[in-house]
């Protein structure tokens, strides 16, 4: 089992940037594919990006392709997500979520352990 603790939102003007943390528990991360989602209120959660266990493999939702970057570093057991140019639209509580079968998933049921996420707001 893992557990997972989103860090890094907040308050941004648009076209700011900001930097959300991932930090696993235990020492299997490096097996689990992870991803990051959103849920922005009365909207149902979304995939925004996802990467494979070792890192070599990205794949992004089309809203936020070319402005946000999804990286890992499984020495630290830590998962990113560097959001650049943020919009308004960007705004909603992102998770974090790891699924055991280490692969890129863009359904949110595929994946097995979910963070409590962190509040991103994007002012225009």
């Known amino acids: 089992q893992v557990q997972l603790v989103e860090s890094g939102g907040g308050l941004v003007q648009a076209g700011g940037s900001l930097r959300l943390s991932c930090a696993a528990s235990?020492?299997?991360?490096?097996?689990?594919?992870m991803g990051w989602f959103r849920q922005a209120p009365g909207k149902e959660r979304e995939f925004v990006a996802a990467?494979?266990?070792?890192?070599?493999?990205?794949y992004y939702a089309d809203s936020v392709k070319g402005r946000f970057t999804i990286s890992r570093d499984n020495a630290k057991n830590t998962m990113y997500l560097q959001m650049n140019s943020l919009k308004p639209e960007d705004t909603a509580v992102y998770y974090c979520?790891?699924?055991?079968?280490?692969?890129?998933?863009?359904?949110?049921?595929?994946?097995?352990?979910w963070g409590q996420g962190t509040q991103v707001t994007v002012s225009s």
């Open positions: 235990g020492r299997t991360f490096s097996t689990y594919g």
């Open positions: 979520a790891a699924s055991r079968t280490g692969w890129i998933k863009m359904d949110r049921h595929e994946y097995d352990y």
């Open positions: 990467i494979n266990r070792n890192g070599g493999s990205t």
